[in-house]
């Protein structure tokens, strides 16, 4: 294998790969780049990779991004990332089971135990139901409560795969190191106003849209029900992906449009990435709000709709006047479910962002995401 090592080295070299061994480095004599590179390897020194190298490297790329957008001085940039970088330097994790201590694990069960009282109090007065609820009492602990329990252990702890059930125990200062980290409040604010937009306007549309065509025929109604929920079965990675090309700078959708109305083209995802990502939740129809509301128009009476009628109503004020209050309970639940889905928003960034540039588009699951 060795004989054949340099004709290799030889022939990647055509494609600007870094030699595997210092002593195949001559056969780059006329690559200047290369030829740097080399006297760098000749003087360099190893250096062990911090634990937390990839959020140290993660900062330092925002960092960089933020600057090439924005301008400015280079040092002024770096020495504002310094104290975050020097924090993440010594916030070094303790080996797994230094912290492992008996006391821990009573604190737990002293956790559980109004737990375990209930439940044998439940087993005792009703044995005859428990038998019959105890298949799913078991499934609700296992996938359920203790995930949970262990979900709460780990806003403790400075995890790290492999790591016992109870090492690594670190108090509040995750919760300390959260208030305090600048990125994690820029990720709430764009979360905060993606959600401003996205759910008033998601809502809205569905409201217009099943008023629309409720009244129309079965078949047709059958027909544009499909049509508005079917897209939202679509996997968001998928979706991600068309709207990838669709703001593509030079051969998207998008910019052929503006070229051809007289317009330039637009940078979306690094000009206005959070106006991207806002868009591919608006730009489509919202099927589940508009099947939710179908089915709470069917329940309306039609008395009150003919009533409104021979009192004079057109179409409008009754729509205004009756269906709109009639409907106030579903738009509250809509308002409350939707609200929830937009601050889990992940998918879009992660494919169309990758939460740049710079933090302009992270929100806070993909901060949870790239944290963890």
């Known amino acids: 294998l060795a004989r054949f090592l340099p004709q290799d080295q030889q022939g990647l ?20 780049q290369m030829k740097s590179f080399t006297r760098v390897f000749s003087h360099g020194v190893s250096v062990p990779v911090h634990e937390n190298y990839e959020k140290i490297d993660e900062k330092v790329q ?5 600057l090439a957008l924005e301008g400015g001085d280079p040092a002024v940039w770096m020495k504002g990332l310094r104290p975050r970088i020097e924090k993440l330097l010594t916030d070094t994790r303790i080996q797994g089971g230094q912290l492992y201590r008996k006391e821990n694990l009573v604190y ?23 038998l019959f609820l105890l298949p799913s009492l078991l499934f609700f602990v296992i996938f359920l409560f203790l995930p949970v329990i262990h979900a709460v252990l780990l806003a403790f702890q400075n995890y790290q795969i492999g790591q016992g059930l109870f090492d690594n125990f670190v108090g509040l200062r995750n919760f300390a190191t959260a208030l305090t980290d600048p990125v994690i409040w820029t990720s709430l604010k764009n979360t905060i106003v993606y959600t401003i937009v996205v759910v008033p ?12 065509i409720f009244p ?7 027909f544009f029900r499909a049509a508005y929920y079917l897209p939202g079965v679509a996997s968001v990675v998928a979706m991600s992906m068309v709207w990838l090309w ?6 998207g959708v998008f910019n052929q449009l503006l070229v051809k109305l007289g317009l330039g083209k637009v940078h979306w995802l690094t000009g206005h990435g959070m106006l991207s990502i806002i868009l591919t939740s608006i730009l489509k129809a919202p099927g589940g709000c508009i099947i939710i509301y179908l089915a709470t128009l ?9 009533a409104a009628r021979i009192d004079g109503a057109g179409p409008v004020k009754s729509w205004w006047h009756i269906t709109v209050p009639l409907l106030k309970p ?18 879009q960034v992660l494919i169309l962002t990758n939460g740049g540039p710079g933090y302009d588009t992270t929100v806070l699951v993909y901060q949870i995401y790239t944290s963890a």
């Open 330 to 347: 579903t738009t509250l639940f809509l308002v409350i479910t939707t609200t929830i889905s937009s601050f889990q928003v992940f998918g």
């Open 108 to 130: 737990y069960l002293l956790f559980a135990l109004p737990f375990l009282v209930l439940l044998a109090v439940f087993l005792a007065r009703h044995r005859t139901v428990a």
């Open 246 to 251: 669709l703001f593509e700078v030079d051969v």
């Open 201 to 212: 306007f998601n809502v809205f549309v569905a409201l217009i849209l099943a008023s629309i």
């Open 13 to 32: 070299s055509l494609y600007g790969v870094f030699p595997s061994r210092k002593s195949f480095a001559n056969i780059y004599n006329g690559d200047p």
């Open 216 to 222: 129309l025929g079965k078949k047709t109604l059958i």
């Open 62 to 66: 925002r960092a960089l991004q933020q």
């Open 298 to 306: 069917a329940s309306i009476p039609e008395t009150l709709l003919e």
